[in-house]
């Protein structure tokens, strides 16, 4: 069943359709436990120790138990299931959440985004998802132009979102620390001769047996994850309400909220100090948002609701239960409530689940390192996916170890859960800050609703967390600055990362190379063409960047195709294959000069580098079939400066590939004849002439042109190709369209007689569908295409010096001189990064002053 468009497959019934979403829902909520729930649901081994750490202790009265346990249930409620089941879950980007899938969101519907490379064709992605119904807010429009036009307010919002990354950052620092740490000092309750130095050093080996285990992937233990966080919600529960039946079945009073007051009426200033510990009860509730993307809001819906939530609640109160009747255990109340009989299964249920909890923090903290080098604000990493079956699940082994090394810093310098929980509670508040704050500008700018909803959602939740995070900010000098300093460090490098990245390509928008001066070096560019294929790969989506003239003027010969690559990310978690390129001509047909841009989502995975090569001809060729060859080619504006702009117009033609035409490729070994091991290939004269043949008879079809304003807004376009308005053909138009299709093989004979080139690669023979109407100057274009790609692809990148200006200010003299080249002189290089051969990279030095 498509739940989106509501169809039915034929012959199925509604009831057995009805049955298998049903299975497919609770089969997602089952998992959703060992990934989503890990952390929140092992809060209740120190939430209690945490609160009721300094000044608290003294108060051992039943009022301020109760008192607690109220700010707990209050807690639970509003925040997980009011805020975040009802309401945040709802504003995903495509199914993706996360703080990063806020501010897509937002890039998306207003001019908020920072990155230098956008397009307005970008716009046209099925991912955009579907308009909004505009409803007229005169305040709320006025608020978004404000956004707009103010750069300082959207670097602002950019920093924030990157402050809430930071923040996920340091939670996947802490997570491990405390979580293995509250599990292990279990053993001391049956073993007190233990000295606390063994019970830090049991916990260190375990830290490194768990980010030792991450580089084989989450999926090779999934399956074992959500039977133990069931079973220690079980446990836990279980417990509870033992201990509500055996020590103090009144407890069910405080869940009044007159305790709250009550609480604060009894302890004054030293109960808002012990709030920092309170918040502790919500650690991963974030991850129900920023892990929607491997489920559906239906199934962490009904596992929150249906099994975590009471299972916490009835936790909690079977421990206040039992500090009612002895409040002498107030610094170990979770493992002294257990029943004896039960104890040392609790125990190990309890370490299995602090582990598996510490990995679902750790996989989200990959997840969103990489979101954030998708965007351009984190350094070149390595990053591995480890299944080919489960999207999203990746490995980054340098965050790996620095996680590693940091949390086992954190153990052993604290080698206490309190001052540890002090640091954890500034952490996971600031996060669930910034996506309130977040929410607040989606319900305005995306849901299009009052701004007094937003209002109201923001001074409901805000100043909940704005309580908590007032209150964990006194615990700074015990604890609490190990967030704040990590978070600046982090901080700091994302923001120089993105300030040099952008400078950069400042740098090369203003030193673009004149398109009269690249006509005047005529179609062989004033150098030796020679056959082969030359991916020149640039951060411009518009324009010819100054480094190709390094290469015009200093080498004697260049490739016959030269195809300027763009790469860059857009707002959106995924981008459909067949929307992926968009190809355009750089100059007249005869120069044999194109430009290819591939975009990607935030969450894609880049491909290997063969079959980016395969893509990435077959889409200049579906181009070159689609333009014909009855357009004449004029300069364009978006070429040349702003003063050849007036006298310049070109036909700039980009269309979204795979579109209509299928190009195929196959191995050698498909086209073996049995027995002879030889290869059957169609040579390139041969496919011109079959060519020539069909062309007699041709009928020419008239496409039409629309016009265009450039992305940059100061250049203009003047005609443009519409390929995306194309209506679709219907069946028997496909059939008939398909009858009077011819598919030709075309190749050049491989280097040698095994089928591999000089570089042992695998030669390929390339079969691709050409309209026998085509024209034969299209067919001669396709045939240089697939044989400067047969001949060899050569890999062009600049290798750049990036340097501040002598009249720079201090800042951005440290940003560029110093941080911004310190990064990229540690993090992998473009080549590694692009996954392109070294036995194919050519790499140019260049010089930026910024």
């Not at 990995?359 to 591995?384: E, H, Y």
């Not at 015009?552 to 300027?564: D, E, S």
């Not at 203009?716 to 209506?727: A, D, M, Q, Y």
Request: aromatic content about 12%; proline content about 4%.
């Amino acid at each position: 069943m498509d739940l989106e468009r509501g169809a039915y497959g034929a012959g199925q019934k509604f009831q057995d359709l009805q049955k298998t979403s049903y299975f497919a829902v609770l089969g997602l909520a089952y998992q959703s436990f060992g990934v989503v729930y890990g952390d929140l649901s092992t809060s209740p081994l120190y939430v209690y120790k945490s609160a009721f750490s300094g000044a608290l202790r003294k108060y051992e009265e039943e009022a301020v138990i109760y008192g607690v346990l109220s700010f707990i249930f209050w807690t639970l409620t509003l925040v997980p299931l009011i805020k975040y089941v009802l309401i945040v879950l709802s504003a995903d980007d495509n199914g993706e959440g996360g703080t990063f899938a806020l501010y897509s969101l937002l890039c998306r519907h207003a001019k908020l985004s920072l990155l230098p490379n956008q397009q307005s064709v970008d716009e046209e992605l099925s991912n955009y998802g579907p308009e909004q119904s505009f409803v007229h807010r005169p305040r709320a429009a006025a608020m978004q132009a404000l956004l707009e036009k103010n750069k300082v307010l959207r670097t602002g919002l950019l920093i924030i979102v990157l402050l809430g990354t930071c923040m996920v950052i340091g939670d996947g620092v802490l997570t491990p620390s405390i979580s293995v740490l509250s599990a292990v000092n279990g053993l001391q309750i049956a073993a007190p001769g233990i000295h606390d130095n063994w019970m830090v050093f049991l916990a260190c080996i375990i830290l490194v047996c768990l980010f030792y285990l991450q580089h084989y992937g989450t999926h090779k233990v999934a399956f074992m994850f959500a039977p133990i966080v069931i079973t220690w919600l079980l446990c836990i529960s279980g417990i509870g309400v033992y201990n509500v039946i055996h020590h103090q079945p009144g407890v069910f009073r405080a869940l009044s909220p007159y305790y709250m007051w009550n609480f604060f009426k009894v302890c004054g200033k030293e109960g808002w100090v012990a709030l920092g510990g309170v918040a502790l009860c919500i650690t991963g509730t974030e991850a129900m948002f920023a892990d929607l993307g491997h489920f559906s809001q239906l199934s962490i819906k009904i596992a929150f609701t249906g099994v975590v939530y009471p299972c916490l609640i009835l936790s909690y109160m079977g421990q206040a239960a039992y500090l009612s009747k002895h409040p002498e255990h107030i610094g170990r109340t979770f493992y002294m409530s257990i029943p004896k009989p039960v104890y040392w299964p609790v125990l190990v249920v309890a370490t299995l689940a602090a582990v598996v909890g510490s990995q679902a923090v750790i996989s989200a903290t990959f997840s969103i390192i990489k979101q954030c080098q998708s965007l351009g604000c984190f350094p070149r990493v390595k990053v591995v996916h480890t299944s080919n079956h489960i999207h999203g699940q990746i490995y980054i082994p340098e965050m790996n170890w620095l996680l590693l090394i940091l949390s086992l810093a954190v153990t052993v310098g604290f080698k206490d859960t309190t001052q540890i929980g002090n640091a954890y509670g500034i952490a996971v508040v600031s996060v669930m800050l910034v996506t309130t704050f977040l929410m607040s500008l989606v319900i305005v700018i995306v849901w299009r609703k009052h701004i007094l909803v937003a209002a109201a959602f923001f001074l409901v939740f805000g100043s909940i967390e704005l309580l908590y995070i007032s209150s964990s900010f006194m615990k700074v000098p015990q604890g609490g600055w190990v967030p704040l300093v990590l978070s600046a460090v982090f901080m700091l490098v994302m923001y120089c990362w993105h300030y040099g990245t952008t400078k950069k390509y400042e740098f090369d928008i203003q030193n673009k190379v004149s398109m009269k001066w690249i006509l005047t070096l005529g179609p062989s560019l004033g150098i030796v063409r020679v056959p082969g294929m030359g991916l020149i790969y640039t951060e411009l989506v518009t324009g010819v960047p100054a480094i190709f003239t390094h290469f015009v003027t200093n080498l004697p010969a260049f490739h016959k195709v030269l195809v300027f690559v763009c790469i860059k990310s857009v707002p959106v978690p995924h981008v459909e294959v067949e929307q992926r390129y968009l190809v355009g001509r750089i100059g007249p047909k005869e120069y044999r000069m194109y430009r290819c841009i591939v975009r990607y989502g935030y969450k894609d995975v880049h491909e290997e580098d063969h079959n980016f090569e395969k893509n990435l001809v077959d889409s200049i060729a579906q181009f070159i079939q689609f333009e014909g060859s009855g357009d004449v080619w004029f300069p364009s504006s978006s070429e040349n400066s702003a003063a050849e702009a007036e006298d310049t117009h070109r036909t700039f033609t980009s269309f979204a590939a795979h579109h209509g035409i299928k190009v195929l490729a196959s191995d050698c070994s498909d086209t073996h004849s049995s027995g002879s091991g030889t290869t059957t290939v169609r040579s390139f004269q041969a496919l011109q002439d079959q060519v020539d043949a069909a062309a007699r008879g041709r009928k020419k079809v008239l496409l039409a042109l629309q016009d265009s304003a450039d992305e940059e807004g100061t250049e203009s376009i003047g005609r443009k190709r519409s390929f995306s308005n194309l209506e679709e053909p219907d069946d028997q138009e496909e059939t008939d369209s398909l009858g009077r299709k011819k598919s030709f093989q075309s190749s050049q004979s491989t280097v040698d007689g095994e089928g591999t080139d000089a570089l042992g690669r695998k030669k390929k023979v390339v079969r691709f569908d050409v309209n026998p109407e085509v024209d034969p100057v299209v067919g001669e274009e396709l045939a240089e295409l697939y044989s400067a790609r047969e001949a060899g692809v050569a890999y062009v990148l600049g290798h750049s010096y990036v340097k501040a200006k002598n009249a720079s200010s201090w800042f951005k003299r440290f940003a560029i001189d110093y941080a911004y080249n310190f990064l990229r002189t540690n993090c992998r290089g473009p080549g590694i990064d692009l996954s392109i051969p070294h036995l194919c990279l050519i790499e140019v030095g260049m010089i930026y002053y910024v």
